[in-house]
């Protein structure tokens, strides 16, 4: 994690959830992380239709996509000419609530005008009356505020980089969906029934 909003958000998370694998939607408290909440972000989670929908977006979130996010879906953000915008956002998000695990990627959003803004994603497990598959707690935050912020809204995301923070809260390598545009050294976990599968590297 390069942002410090990434950085403090994790380390809000992982204070609140202790020994457990997520902490529940009702510990957050917005006032301990009020100088987070701009970039800041919760997804409601639907398994059985496999989509997430902004439940709350911070102020600079939604001005960066020139209009208000809550109610809309995580991925209408994404990029269509690499896929199913749709399958890809949903295989970021089944690996933080299937899998209680931490997600960080570099982004690259774009506006009409081709204008580049470089982004960090954090999204984070969230329990949710008792089940792990209801919320997600995030950030999307800039790296440089850009003059253009709230004028020329953003049209797509692009992946650039992508960790999933294991259990033992080091980083490490996943495998990408091949519905995103990402390196192809850097993938996204496949999941095979309850397995995880990482996919190794060749001698």
């Not at 009020?34 to 919760?42: Q, T, V, Y």
């Not at 992508?162 to 490490?172: H, I, S």
């Amino acid at each position: 994690m390069k942002h410090p909003t990434s950085r403090l958000l994790h380390a809000y998370w992982d204070r609140l959830r202790g020994e457990r694998a997520a902490p529940e939607r009702s510990e957050i408290e917005p006032g301990e992380i009020r100088n987070l909440l701009a970039d800041s972000l919760i997804l409601e989670i639907e398994p059985q239709r496999r989509q997430a929908a902004f439940r709350l977006a911070g102020t600079r979130l939604c001005a960066l996509f020139g209009r208000e996010l809550r109610g809309s879906a995580f991925s209408e953000l994404w990029d269509r000419n690499g896929g199913d915008p749709t399958e890809g956002a949903w295989r970021l998000v089944e690996t933080v609530t299937m899998d209680t695990l931490g997600v960080v990627a570099g982004l690259r959003g774009l506006t009409a005008a081709s204008e580049i803004i470089e982004l960090e994603l954090l999204l984070l497990p969230l329990r949710h009356r008792g089940r792990t598959q209801a919320r997600v707690l995030g950030a999307l935050s800039p790296h440089c505020v850009p003059a253009w912020l709230g004028l020329h809204p953003v049209k797509r995301l692009e992946v650039n980089s992508l960790r999933v923070l294991g259990p033992a809260r080091v980083p490490e390598a996943a495998k990408l969906p091949t519905d995103i545009p990402m390196p192809a050294n850097d993938p996204l976990p496949v999941r095979r029934g309850h397995l995880l599968v990482h996919e190794g590297g060749r001698l």
